[in-house]
């Protein structure tokens, strides 16, 4: 049976529960590429679909391998060279990769892999430490007024989302966006520590990253880049802070490059049924990740229409 065949067929049966064990036996072993270090949204989102893939029966096993650094582009780069036409091969990506390879012009770009799906979005919330003499973003901002470098911002990669709302943020409260002093971290895993070390000012990542902390106290949210509050998150916005920011993630899945379009099909077919699975809706629910399904045509225009709004942003705010 043809491997794209028998993907479909597998997806189907997964869908109604009715896989035999003789075909989970036979499905396929992904290789899944997380781009950046343990701990970070990249790193929880690719494990979770791994284990969706799992336990829906989709994959008998999926191995991870964290190449982190560059806002993506070390991973991307390996990713590219080393899975050309390995139709078990799926790479964990985003917004914050878009971001990177503007700024960061790296020789390998994300259209060189094979776009697959967007499965999430999320914001991004600004947290002090614990220990920070600071309360609120407005104390923040007026630091920022009266000495830009004297704030230090901690996040992902240049170019990621948290930079780039930080930038915004400089720009709409009418301070030198170039002057902003911004700490990049090559995962998540890092960036939390420096948090809770007290060695940045202020953080930013996705609200499901901070979670765990915000609840023990060891870090106080001061303001969330949505254009609402979070559902059951007593978190405010910018905008109801008057600093006019909004600014969203989302993480997706590419493929390897030199797939065919059958395998392609396959592969997607392979993540929307596992976004169907019950362990995907629990890890929605676990890390308070909004579900943005797109696949296909659709998803491939959406990385062409973001790469260009993204852009524009970035010039916007003074970054490129």
């Known amino acids: 049976?043809?491997?794209?065949?028998?993907?479909?067929?597998?997806?189907?049966?997964?869908?109604?529960?009715?896989?035999?064990?003789?075909?989970?036996?036979?499905?396929?072993?992904?290789?899944?590429?997380?781009?950046?270090?343990?701990?970070?949204?990249?790193?929880?989102?690719?494990?979770?679909?791994?284990?969706?893939?799992?336990?829906?029966?989709?994959?008998?096993?999926?191995?991870?391998?964290?190449?982190?650094?560059?806002?993506?582009?070390i991973g991307l780069a390996q990713f590219v060279n080393a899975s050309k036409g390995d139709p078990n091969a799926l790479m964990v990506m985003g917004a914050v990769m878009l971001g990177g390879i503007i700024t960061g012009k790296p020789p390998v770009s994300i259209t060189q892999a094979t776009p697959i799906a967007r499965l999430t979005t999320e914001y991004n919330v600004f947290v002090l430490p614990e220990s920070s003499p600071f309360k609120t973003m407005k104390d923040v901002v007026e630091a920022m007024k009266k000495d830009p470098a004297s704030v230090k911002w901690g996040g992902g990669s240049r170019g990621s989302t948290e930079h780039i709302a930080a930038a915004m943020i400089a720009r709409e409260v009418g301070v030198d966006a170039s002057k902003i002093n911004y700490v990049p971290f090559r995962g998540g895993g890092e960036a939390t520590a420096a948090i809770l070390g007290g060695n940045v000012t202020v953080g930013g990542s996705?609200?499901?990253?901070?979670?765990?902390?915000?609840?023990?106290?060891?870090?106080?949210?001061?303001?969330?880049?949505?254009?609402?509050?979070?559902?059951g998150i007593a978190i405010?916005?910018?905008?109801?802070?008057?600093?006019?920011?909004?600014?969203?993630?989302?993480r997706g899945v590419y493929a390897a490059p030199g797939i065919s379009a059958a395998e392609r099909k396959a592969l997607t077919d392979m993540v929307i049924a596992a976004t169907k699975s019950k362990a995907w809706q629990e890890a929605l629910e676990k890390n308070n990740w909004t579900p943005a399904l797109l696949a296909g045509k659709e998803f491939e225009d959406f990385v062409d229409n973001s790469f260009a709004s993204l852009r524009a942003t970035m010039v916007k705010a003074g970054m490129i």
């Open 236 to 250: 405010p916005t910018l905008k109801e802070q008057g600093i006019n920011v909004v600014l969203g993630n989302w």
């Open 1 to 73: 049976m043809r491997r794209d065949t028998f993907l479909k067929s597998l997806a189907a049966l997964a869908a109604t529960g009715a896989l035999p064990m003789s075909a989970w036996a036979a499905s396929p072993n992904i290789k899944m590429m997380i781009p950046a270090n343990p701990g970070g949204g990249w790193d929880t989102t690719g494990r979770a679909l791994g284990k969706a893939l799992q336990d829906a029966n989709l994959a008998s096993a999926v191995t991870y391998e964290n190449k982190g650094g560059a806002a993506g582009a």
């Open 206 to 231: 996705g609200y499901s990253e901070f979670q765990q902390y915000i609840e023990a106290g060891k870090m106080k949210p001061i303001g969330v880049t949505s254009e609402a509050r979070l559902k």
